[in-house]
């Protein structure tokens, strides 16, 4: 919820600089930006059963084909954002939805690993 909402409201505040009409670019930012939350949404899916069935715990809902439709998805999604990038008329939108995405990705990698780093130094000491 976080990302999508910080891409589209960089997309709006994009709208001051740039002469297209906000509905189009909101309706083809929000387009990409889900594309980028259902990569993760999959991606979380795969992790998260994997630890389950390490524990051994019981599955009710099963995907079919796990894990391969999985990343043959993600492949999809990603094929669909590549080409979104070479269409001209689609580069800014995903640009604008893009960034913020990758920076929040940025910035949560980095707390994660810092929060890594402070505990493994408090169980080494």
């Not at 189009?24 to 387009?31: C, E, F, N, R």
């Not at 059963?49 to 043959?72: D, H, N, T």
Request: glycine share 8%; charged share 15%.
């Amino acid at each position: 919820m976080l990302i999508g909402f910080a891409a589209g409201s960089a997309a709006a505040l994009g709208q001051i600089f740039i002469s297209q009409d906000v509905f189009s670019l909101l309706a083809g930012s929000a387009g990409s930006i889900m594309l980028f939350i259902y990569i993760l949404v999959i991606l979380a899916q795969i992790r998260q059963r994997r630890r389950l069935e390490a524990k051994g715990a019981q599955i009710r809902l099963k995907v079919w084909l796990f894990p391969w439709l999985s990343y043959a998805t993600i492949l999809l999604m990603m094929g669909v954002l590549i080409v979104l990038g070479w269409m001209p008329e689609q580069r800014l939108m995903l640009t604008l939805s893009a960034a913020p995405v990758i920076a929040v990705f940025i910035a949560l990698w980095a707390v994660r690993r810092r929060q890594r780093s402070r505990g493994a130094a408090v169980t080494l000491a």
